[in-house]
Nanobody, 120 residues
Framework: QVQLVESGGGLVQAGGSLRLSCAAS????????MDWYRQAPGKQRDLVAA???????NYLDSVKGRFIISRDNAKNTVYLEMNSLKTEDTGVYYC??????????????WGQGTQVTVSS
């Protein structure tokens, strides 16, 4: 069984910073892409940042220049460094990964989500 466990959310004032972590565990052979999504109350879940196994990144326009996604392949972990946070960044942040297990099964899995609240 494989799973993603997120951490690092919390309450922060506008202009502040937070760092989210998402660790994959289980019988993992390799991880392809790892992404961060965000879902604000009453809204759809949006892709915030993505990173491939080779390190190529992609960002939602509204977070470019403020958020940085990175990954540690040795630890099967992806990070999201969030700076200059705005109230509109508030939401539940979910980690998503596409991975291959040691018995050659492909999984597209989600973490449980971590709440980020930015106060004005």
């Amino acid at each position: 069984q494989v799973q993603l466990v997120e951490s690092g959310g919390g309450l922060v004032q506008a202009g502040g910073s937070l760092r989210l972590s998402c660790a994959a565990s289980g019988s993992i052979f390799s991880i392809n892409k790892m992404d961060w999504y965000r879902q604000a109350p009453g809204k759809q879940r949006d892709l915030v940042a993505a990173i491939t196994s080779s390190g190529s990144t992609n960002y939602l326009d509204s977070v470019k220049g403020r958020f940085i996604i990175s990954r540690d392949n040795a630890k099967n972990t992806v990070y999201l460094e969030m700076n200059s946070l705005k109230t509109e960044d508030t939401g539940v942040y979910y980690c998503n990964a596409v991975l291959i297990t040691t018995n050659h099964l492909i999984y597209n899995i989600w973490g449980q989500g971590t709440q980020v609240t930015v106060s004005s």
